[in-house]
């Protein structure tokens, strides 16, 4: 299994690349939605995407919306934020994110609904 992760975040990258590993996924990695575009298109088989919201150059919400409707994939989107905020949340889920999770994240529940999301039964 192959998992994206996207956020301009050094220690959020490494929390989250240490955690997948650790279950099993090939890692792929992007500081920002741009480069998570180009990785999407040339990999098409990602099994699903973490993204931060606020990132340089493209948000996380405007990828997910790239993946939905430019690309047509039906992937799990999980999307991270540090913005708590009921009209942002319901956004992402307008937008068709399959998860919201508030940041500081676990790890462990990450994983859990990642790992649900895909239909992995542990």
């Known amino acids: 299994m192959k998992v994206l992760i996207c956020d ?3 220690m959020t990258v490494r929390a989250l690349e240490f955690q997948f590993k650790k279950d ?3 890692i792929f990695k992007a500081t920002n939605g741009r480069d998570a575009k180009k990785i999407l298109v040339d990999n098409i088989d990602i099994d699903v995407l973490i993204t931060d919201i606020y990132m340089p150059l493209v948000s996380g919400l405007e990828l997910v919306t790239f993946v939905r409707k430019t690309l047509k ?4 989107i999980v999307v991270l ?5 009921e009209d942002t949340i319901l956004y ?4 068709e994110a399959n998860e919201y999770m508030t940041k500081p994240i676990n790890l462990t529940v990450l ?5 649900h999301l895909l239909g992995i039964n542990e």
């Not at 994939?73 to 799990?76: A, E, K, Q």
């Not at 934020?81 to 905020?85: A, I, L, M």
């Open 8 to 10: 301009d975040d050094s």
């Open 111 to 115: 994983s859990n609904k990642v790992k």
């Open 92 to 95: 992402a889920f307008e937008l």
């Open 73 to 76: 994939r039906t992937i799990p």
């Open 81 to 85: 934020s540090r913005v708590n905020v």
């Open 24 to 26: 099993g996924f090939e």
